[in-house]
């Protein structure tokens, strides 16, 4: 290590091999970005999908793409001819209200189609109680099951997620085999996963995997990439980054009415980026030959790992800032997406410090693409967080490693201790002088 | 007449033994009651009889002389006699009357204040103090009523004399209340806000059946100097607390309790508004001032935390950082917590730069020895204390037979064993 007054001339030099400076690498900034401030090209996304999440997360982008109106009409274009598809009148109004005429007279209200398909959902639904109330008085378990189940899928279909729920649940009294109960929790965590009711997936993710010999493997992914869905939706990021990262290559496209692939790679990258420390990301990221097939579809985030692995930051939060408009756009991962940045952030400027005895400020300052003050005010919240274990010198800019003096810290502490002890017992003699005072006393009054 | 002239020269002549003494003390338990009528005429007798070998006399006359209400002219005349009284007495003989001696003193504090010189009163009463306690753990009536009066004369450094003593036993826990309060307001007055902390501290988490105000203003005063000691403040009491304390108190203390909590959000503009606009409640409560060192503890907090981050920082920094005016004001804060021992740090008034230094404490000097020498010691001490206590404790005969009672419910065998555990 370096001594530590002189930041001398081999140091620098050790941070530019580092490769921690875009300014001395051209050939770096050239490389070509992806989606460097490109549009998020809205067909292609919603070909990811199938099923309702499809029309949820296009209503999703228009409610939130903000000033781009093309955006926001192609979206809702998208959702309008996808609803039609199914039997949401619910969601159709809702859509063509949001579309408010603006995509001609092709997108408006179908009134004629709504009553036709109420009228059909009244039949059918007519035609599954008549069904389901012969099942009941036949004793029949497994037409139970299947009334209940058809019952679940019926208003799914139409939009009614609580009913579907409840009703989803009402099969597991009838569930004879392992491949039921599976079935139930499938269907359950789908329900739950719409409503964004979390804990339910939870809880039914646990439920389905305690029957594990009749997993599939298809299955076990789904259940993997709804339980990282339901940690990372309650900020577990290290849980979810997990989960996301057990998810098996088998899930492909299987489980796109929920989660894409690309998204199991995006979601996981970015949680285990933010949490894992440099061994784990090593282990579990990029050496995880599993997720790397996730990783090749979306090289963008593929990259960033890589970057921030090999402590490229520039090029890394690049590629992170290209990204985020993105993914600000993601119907998961949208209310995330700041609090993850920022612990990227954070372990990134911890990572850049961490083996250095001084570091110039303003050298870092250019990794990071940022301003020497600002760098400071960031780095002085990590420290007074004791998440960099440093001092900065404002005055010459440079920022020494502090080295915590193992005995003089132990001779603070232990007299600490003793006089913590020394107050702790003399508080409580007095108390327990007090109750023997208050025991005699009722004592002598008893007398 | 005559039995008051006869009451004089027994005094005189049995004062000298022990045996004539206690014989006095009957003499004067039986004259008690006609005393007071005489009051009058007891004041000259009091010339006869000399307090450090008549004190058992001396003190019933004395006691029955300021029974009555007392102006302030003769307020003038007996405080001299009390006060040569208590210098003069003797111990062994006050200790055969203690309550008298406890409202003689009590009404000399009353006379001092009236007569508007409690400073008259403080050496007095520190010997009345002494004398009276059996042993230096022993708290007594008069501890109390002696912090009023230095708090009143503002001689906190007599009063912190008897605030080093450890107090286990305690008559009254009245007393007890009053003393960690008042003692808690002299250490605060010293600025030893560690001391102050630990006295309120035994304040609040005493055990009471009924919450009391004593409680109540000391929680207000607990909370401030924990700020401003510790710069932060946990609303949880610790759960040996009484149930009552922990339910009531924090309702009486809403103002101190968000005072805490506008602390701790760190911005300095925040909590002056808040002080602001709650100035008229603090000030009723008479604790504005510490209000105020709460507010300016928070500049220091926030140097000490850049003591933390930086090596070298411009005092124009320090200025913008901790919301100071200038670099002048800054430099003066910077100065004063040094000087005080709080921060280690040396100015550079040439280039306007502060450097901050580590502690120069290598935990290698002799002093250092000594002083970790006689922690140890005084922590064995303790250790042996509540070992004594222990053995104390599992040998009350009124523990045992409650313990046992209560065991008995679940298990016959368990019944003659000690129990293993106890909760104090």
Request: charged share 25%; aromatic share 8%.
């Amino acid at each position: 290590m370096e001594p530590e007054d002189s930041p001398s001339r081999p140091m620098i030099d050790e941070i530019h091999s580092n490769g921690g400076i875009g300014v001395d690498e051209p050939s770096r900034n050239k490389r070509p970005i992806i989606s460097s401030g490109e549009q998020l090209d809205v067909e292609a996304y919603a070909s990811l999908y199938q099923g309702r999440t499809k029309i949820m997360r296009l209503l999703f982008i228009a409610d939130h793409c903000g000033g781009n109106a093309a955006m926001r009409l192609e979206a809702l274009r998208m959702a309008y001819d996808e609803i039609k598809k199914g039997e949401n009148t619910q969601l159709f109004r809702e859509a063509v209200q949001k579309i408010d005429g603006k995509l001609g007279p092709n997108y408006g209200v179908d009134s004629a189609w709504c009553e036709m398909v109420d009228r059909r959902a009244e039949q059918k639904k007519e035609k599954l109680e008549n069904e389901l109330n012969a099942y009941r008085t036949n004793l029949i378990k497994e037409s139970i099951r299947m009334g209940y189940n058809d019952f679940g899928d019926f208003y799914y279909a139409h939009g009614a997620l609580g009913d579907a729920f409840k009703n989803y649940v009402r099969t597991r009294d009838y569930c004879t085999t392992a491949k039921h109960i599976i079935h139930m929790c499938m269907s359950a965590i789908l329900v739950s996963i719409e409503m964004g009711q979390f804990t339910h997936v939870t809880s039914y993710v646990s439920k389905a995997e305690q029957s594990a010999e009749a997993l599939d493997p298809i299955t076990g992914a789904k259940l993997r990439c709804a339980a990282g869905l339901a940690h990372l939706e309650g900020r577990k990021y290290k849980l979810a980054a997990r989960k996301f990262l057990e998810a098996g290559p088998e899930l492909g496209s299987h489980y796109n009415e929920v989660i894409a692939p690309q998204d199991v790679a995006t979601y996981g990258g970015l949680c285990a980026l933010a949490t894992f420390d440099r061994t784990e990301l090593k282990n579990k990221v990029i050496d995880n030959v599993n997720f790397r097939n996730f990783l090749e579809l979306v090289p963008e985030v593929r990259e960033l790992i890589n970057d921030f692995y090999s402590s490229h930051y520039a090029s890394c939060l690049d590629y992170l800032g290209n990204l985020k408009a993105n993914l600000l756009l993601d119907i998961h991962l949208h209310d995330h997406v700041e609090t993850l940045y920022e612990q990227i952030r954070s372990k990134a400027l911890i990572q850049y410090t961490h083996p250095f005895v001084s570091v110039d400020l303003r050298m870092m300052a250019n990794a990071f693409k940022t301003s020497g003050a600002g760098l400071e005010k960031e780095l002085e919240a990590l420290i007074t967080d004791n998440q960099i274990q440093a001092r900065i010198d404002s005055h010459n800019k440079i920022l020494y490693a502090r080295h915590a003096d193992q005995r003089n810290a132990t001779f603070q502490r232990v007299l600490q201790t003793g006089s913590e002890f020394d107050r702790d017992v003399r508080s409580m003699l007095l108390r327990a002088n007090l109750i023997k005072h208050e025991y005699n006393l009722r004592a002598s009054r008893k007398l | 007449m005559g039995s008051l002239d006869a009451l004089v020269i027994q005094i005189q002549g049995l004062s000298s033994s022990a045996g004539d003494i206690s014989r006095l003390h009957v003499i004067l338990k039986q004259a008690e009651d006609s005393l007071p009528s005489e009051s009058s005429r007891l004041c000259p007798i009091l010339n006869q009889l000399d307090p450090s070998t008549h004190s058992l006399g001396y003190l019933y006359i004395l006691e029955a002389c300021t029974s009555a209400p007392i102006s302030k002219e003769q307020a003038t005349t007996l405080v001299p006699y009390i006060a040569r009284y208590i210098s003069f007495c003797v111990p062994e003989q006050i200790h055969l009357a203690p309550d008298k001696f406890v409202s003689v003193c009590k009404r000399f504090k009353d006379q001092v204040v009236l007569l508007g010189t409690p400073i008259r009163g403080v050496a007095p009463m520190l010997t009345a103090v002494q004398k009276l306690q059996t042993s230096s753990e022993h708290l007594t009536t008069l501890h109390p009523e002696f912090l009023l009066l230095c708090l009143l004369a503002k001689c906190y450094k007599t009063g912190l004399s008897i605030l080093e003593d450890n107090i286990f036993e305690v008559d009254q826990p009245r007393d007890l209340f009053l003393y960690c309060y008042y003692g808690g307001m002299i250490c605060i007055g010293q600025k030893r806000f560690r001391k102050a902390l630990e006295l309120l501290h035994n304040v609040v988490t005493a055990p009471m059946s009924s919450i009391n105000a004593i409680a109540v203003e000391a929680y207000k005063k607990y909370i401030m100097v924990s700020l401003i000691h510790h710069g932060q403040f946990s609303n949880s009491l610790p759960k040996y607390t009484s149930s009552v304390a922990q339910r009531v108190l924090k309702n009486f203390c809403q103002p101190y309790i968000e005072l805490a909590s506008s602390y701790s959000s760190g911005k300095i503009a925040e909590l002056e508004e808040y002080v602001q606009t709650n100035r008229e409640h603090f000030e009723s409560d008479n604790n504005l001032g510490l209000v105020k060192q709460v507010v300016s503890s928070m500049y220091k907090r926030n140097i000490q935390r850049l003591t933390q981050t930086y090596l070298t920082l411009s005092l124009q920094d320090i200025a913008n950082t901790v919301q100071l005016n200038s670099p002048k004001e800054a430099e003066m804060h910077v100065l004063q917590m040094i000087q005080d021992g709080e921060i280690f740090a040396t100015i550079n008034q040439k280039d306007g730069m502060v450097r901050f230094l580590e502690d120069p404490e290598q935990y290698k000097s002799c002093e250092m020895i000594e002083n970790i020498d006689s922690s140890i010691q005084r922590i064995m001490a303790l250790s042996r204390k509540l070992t004594a206590i222990d053995e104390q404790i599992s040998c009350d005969p009124l523990y045992l037979a409650k313990a046992g009672r209560e065991r008995q419910r679940f298990d016959f065998d368990d019944f003659d064993s000690v129990p293993q555990k106890f909760n104090i």
